[in-house]
């Protein structure tokens, strides 16, 4: 990376997972359920691996 500097996984897995549940929620508000569906599962993915990365951080 540029100048030695190193991205933070958890800041990015953070960053993704805000943005999943923000379009998942943008679904089922417009009444895409099964866009929803497939969203959230996402979105969970997400938080499971976020969770992973805080306990390894620990």
Same mark, same amino acid.
């Given at each position: 990376?540029?100048?030695?500097? @190193? %991205? *933070?996984?958890?800041?990015?897995?953070?960053? &993704?997972? +805000?943005?999943?549940?923000?379009?998942?929620? +943008? %679904?089922?508000? +417009?009444?895409?359920?099964?866009?929803? %569906?497939?969203?959230?599962?996402? %979105?969970?993915?997400?938080? @499971?691996?976020?969770? @992973? &990365?805080? *306990?390894?951080?620990?």
């Amino acid at each position: 990376m540029m100048f030695g500097l @190193q %991205a *933070n996984p958890i800041k990015k897995l953070e960053k &993704a997972y +805000a943005k999943k549940t923000a379009e998942a929620l +943008a %679904a089922q508000r +417009a009444g895409r359920m099964p866009e929803f %569906a497939k969203l959230s599962s996402e %979105a969970e993915e997400l938080g @499971q691996k976020l969770d @992973q &990365a805080r *306990n390894r951080e620990v």
